[in-house]
């Protein structure tokens, strides 16, 4: 047998030795900057949290204009994480600008057209071609954006931070200019002026003793309000099931409104700010939750001063211990609407939705039972219980109960959020509220529920607009988003402009949406519109998608098919069908 022996190496060879970590280095300089913008992780361990992440990120791209991965290599250190998290996070996000080591810094100044389907009608891509022939590209980009959530005032242009309605060149170039480019001034109620009209009575009497749980759930259940952010689980079931599991408990508010078409929280959030967080805070003594979070989309950033000024209100009154309201900012992403991807962009990471079961009022935000409400949901707690059940309830139409906050845009006069009796048709909508179609506009189709809602045609338009009233015609009203579409409209602008906001939100995580909204979206780019092959990817797409995105993202097309066949054909869209198709939805 031969043993092996190893020959002693020179001491010279023995030392060589790697000096460094494997990868780029963090530079100190990057590091200790870092430091100074968001406070000392050595003193201050906290600052490192996970659940930090985005609003690092925030910070960062605030501070410089994007994300540079010098920045990033330091970030990764200062919060002791892999690149790869801090990475994939910062990339997953619309409004985070990462910049790699050999490319070109970004331009100073940004301009964002939105492209929904309420701006398109209004000339948004007109206007953008326009800034870019306009605008010096070396010093302004012009991008396309999904929905700003201002679509009663479409089309709409964001120039850094500030917004502008009905937005014209030369009101977007002299914007530009100017260099001031902070969120617009927001008018809205303070705390004193709401305390006036009973504001805290609720809150006040439910820690006093004065209001029980079960009264409350009880008044919920009667008045027979339900998540007005689209899904329409009734509140008092969502309350009393996260109630029946085990602390510690928390409690989210979804803000993110980012269905096209929808900007009913807005409104209300630029008015009453109280009046919601008086119903958050309701919501979380209800459940004896541990921490209230507020989870706020990016597009609303002159919301985000309102809110932290309005927090720092009940702060320094009294009402609220420092650190239990906890404000964050999305980061342009509309699948964070849904509540477990929310979740998981709180948690600092990519927004991609949870498999289920556990649900989240089992298993949620940092694996605790969480209660996840949306902001207009919350805003009619106060008002329920100071007026009573039968002043939500009493109201409705058609054999319909309650009151709905319709955003209504498009062809009509008078765009804008309109609180309306639940079950108001489409035509009392517009001719009650809206001030009637536009000059020259005839009424051809509309969008009950935004995006994923389905449309519509003219025909039909005097169903009721509720909960559960629609489905039988394949579509929802969701959070009460309505498109009104004229005479005048192209079908097959309408659909691609819809089919490619989703395929451009769509997470990437599950195969049907990620492929099937880009499939779909080219076999609707042809001449020829085959119906068995549109039926069959819409069917895959629904029953195997993980979420509502991809399983809401056909409903546009097949509402089309079904309902504007004749219409399509004016449109010198051909739709063919398959031996044995004909006459089937």
Same mark, same amino acid.
Not at 99 to 115: E, Y
Not at 470 to 492: H, K, W
Not at 508 to 514: A, D, L, S, V, W
């Given at each position: 047998?031969?043993?092996?022996?190893?020959?002693?190496?020179?001491?010279?060879?023995?030392?060589?030795?790697?000096?460094?970590?494997?990868?780029?280095?963090?530079?100190?300089?990057?590091?200790?900057?870092?430091?100074?913008?968001?406070?000392?992780?050595?003193?201050?361990?906290?600052?490192?949290?996970?659940?930090?992440?985005?609003?690092?990120?925030?910070?960062?791209?605030?501070?410089?204009?994007?994300?540079?991965?010098?920045?990033?290599?330091?970030?990764?250190?200062?919060?002791?994480?892999?690149?790869?998290?801090?990475?994939?996070?910062?990339?997953?996000?619309?409004?985070?600008?990462?910049?790699?080591?050999?490319?070109?810094?970004?331009?100073?100044?940004?301009?964002?057209?939105?492209?929904?389907?309420?701006?398109?009608?209004?000339?948004?891509?007109?206007?953008?071609?326009?800034?870019?022939?306009?605008?010096?590209?070396?010093?302004?980009?012009?991008?396309?954006?999904?929905?700003?959530?201002?679509?009663?005032?479409?089309?709409?242009?964001?120039?850094?931070?500030?917004?502008?309605?009905?937005?014209?060149?030369?009101?977007?170039?002299?914007?530009?200019?100017?260099?001031?480019?902070?969120?617009?001034?927001?008018?809205?109620?303070?705390?004193?002026?709401?305390?006036?009209?009973?504001?805290?009575?609720?809150?006040?009497?439910?820690?006093?003793?004065?209001?029980?749980?079960?009264?409350?759930?009880?008044?919920?259940?009667?008045?027979?309000?339900?998540?007005?952010?689209?899904?329409?689980?009734?509140?008092?079931?969502?309350?009393?099931?996260?109630?029946?599991?085990?602390?510690?408990?928390?409690?989210?508010?979804?803000?993110?409104?980012?269905?096209?078409?929808?900007?009913?929280?807005?409104?209300?959030?630029?008015?009453?700010?109280?009046?919601?967080?008086?119903?958050?805070?309701?919501?979380?003594?209800?459940?004896?939750?541990?921490?209230?979070?507020?989870?706020?989309?990016?597009?609303?950033?002159?919301?985000?001063?309102?809110?932290?000024?309005?927090?720092?209100?009940?702060?320094?009154?009294?009402?609220?211990?420092?650190?239990?309201?906890?404000?964050?900012?999305?980061?342009?992403?509309?699948?964070?609407?849904?509540?477990?991807?929310?979740?998981?962009?709180?948690?600092?990471?990519?927004?991609?939705?949870?498999? !289920?079961?556990?649900?989240?009022?089992?298993?949620?935000?940092?694996?605790?039972?969480?209660?996840?409400?949306?902001?207009?949901?919350?805003?009619?707690?106060?008002?329920?219980?100071?007026?009573?059940?039968?002043?939500?309830?009493?109201?409705?139409?058609?054999?319909?109960?309650?009151?709905?906050?319709?955003?209504?845009?498009?062809?009509?006069?008078?765009?804008?959020?309109?609180?309306?009796?639940?079950?108001?048709?489409?035509?009392?909508?517009?001719?009650?509220?809206?001030?009637?179609?536009?000059?020259?506009?005839?009424?051809?189709?509309?969008?009950?529920?935004?995006?994923?809602?389905?449309?519509?045609?003219?025909?039909?338009?005097?169903?009721?607009?509720?909960?559960?009233?629609?489905?039988?015609?394949?579509?929802?009203?969701?959070?009460?988003?309505?498109?009104?579409?004229?005479?005048?409209?192209?079908? !097959?602008?309408?659909?691609?402009?819809?089919?490619?906001?989703?395929?451009?939100?769509?997470?990437?995580?599950?195969?049907?949406?990620?492929?099937?909204?880009?499939?779909?979206?080219?076999?609707?780019?042809?001449?020829?519109?085959?119906?068995?092959?549109?039926?069959?990817?819409?069917?895959?797409?629904?029953?195997?998608?993980?979420?509502?995105?991809?399983?809401?993202?056909?409903?546009?097309?097949?509402?089309?098919?079904?309902?504007?066949?004749?219409?399509?054909? !004016?449109?010198?869209?051909?739709?063919?069908?398959?031996?044995?198709?004909?006459?089937?939805?």
């Amino acid at each position: 047998m031969t043993i092996k022996t190893e020959t002693a190496k020179p001491d010279a060879e023995r030392r060589r030795t790697r000096a460094t970590l494997k990868g780029r280095q963090v530079e100190v300089d990057t590091l200790n900057t870092l430091r100074n913008l968001l406070g000392d992780e050595r003193r201050y361990p906290e600052l490192s949290r996970r659940d930090l992440l985005i609003e690092h990120l925030h910070a960062i791209q605030d501070e410089c204009g994007y994300l540079s991965l010098t920045w990033l290599r330091a970030l990764a250190a200062y919060m002791n994480l892999p690149m790869a998290a801090i990475y994939e996070t910062a990339t997953f996000y619309a409004h985070f600008d990462v910049i790699h080591d050999d490319d070109a810094l970004p331009p100073l100044k940004t301009v964002r057209v939105c492209d929904s389907l309420s701006c398109q009608l209004a000339g948004a891509e007109k206007l953008r071609a326009e800034l870019q022939l306009e605008l010096d590209a070396r010093r302004v980009r012009v991008l396309r954006a999904p929905c700003m959530g201002r679509c009663d005032q479409a089309p709409v242009v964001e120039v850094g931070h500030h917004h502008l309605g009905h937005a014209t060149r030369e009101a977007v170039c002299a914007v530009v200019d100017t260099g001031q480019h902070q969120p617009e001034a927001v008018m809205w109620q303070r705390l004193d002026a709401y305390r006036q009209e009973q504001g805290y009575a609720l809150l006040n009497g439910c820690r006093d003793g004065e209001v029980l749980v079960d009264d409350l759930l009880t008044l919920l259940e009667h008045s027979g309000l339900r998540g007005l952010g689209g899904a329409g689980f009734p509140t008092f079931r969502k309350w009393r099931s996260v109630r029946a599991e085990p602390g510690p408990r928390l409690c989210v508010v979804n803000a993110d409104e980012g269905e096209p078409g929808t900007f009913k929280d807005r409104y209300y959030l630029e008015r009453y700010p109280h009046r919601m967080l008086e119903g958050a805070l309701v919501a979380a003594w209800a459940i004896e939750a541990e921490g209230l979070y507020i989870y706020l989309r990016d597009e609303y950033p002159g919301l985000h001063r309102v809110l932290h000024e309005a927090i720092a209100e009940l702060e320094d009154a009294g009402l609220i211990e420092p650190g239990f309201i906890m404000l964050r900012r999305g980061a342009g992403a509309y699948i964070c609407g849904e509540e477990s991807a929310l979740i998981e962009s709180l948690e600092g990471k990519p927004g991609k939705p949870r498999h !289920r079961p556990p649900f989240v009022a089992q298993k949620g935000l940092f694996d605790q039972p969480t209660l996840v409400n949306n902001v207009e949901t919350l805003y009619w707690i106060p008002l329920l219980w100071r007026d009573g059940a039968d002043s939500y309830a009493g109201h409705g139409r058609h054999g319909r109960s309650g009151l709905r906050s319709f955003s209504l845009s498009g062809r009509v006069r008078h765009p804008g959020v309109y609180l309306a009796p639940a079950g108001i048709t489409l035509l009392e909508l517009v001719e009650e509220y809206g001030g009637g179609m536009l000059e020259g506009h005839t009424l051809a189709g509309y969008l009950p529920g935004g995006a994923s809602g389905g449309i519509l045609p003219a025909s039909k338009a005097d169903l009721p607009l509720d909960f559960d009233t629609l489905q039988a015609e394949g579509c929802f009203i969701g959070s009460a988003a309505v498109i009104v579409l004229s005479d005048q409209d192209d079908l !097959r602008a309408v659909a691609t402009n819809l089919l490619a906001f989703f395929a451009d939100e769509s997470c990437g995580q599950c195969t049907p949406c990620r492929v099937g909204t880009e499939k779909m979206l080219s076999l609707l780019e042809r001449d020829t519109w085959v119906v068995e092959d549109l039926q069959r990817l819409s069917r895959i797409m629904q029953d195997a998608s993980i979420c509502g995105l991809g399983q809401a993202a056909p409903n546009p097309v097949l509402s089309l098919l079904r309902h504007f066949r004749a219409d399509l054909a !004016r449109h010198d869209i051909i739709v063919t069908s398959m031996p044995g198709e004909e006459g089937q939805p």
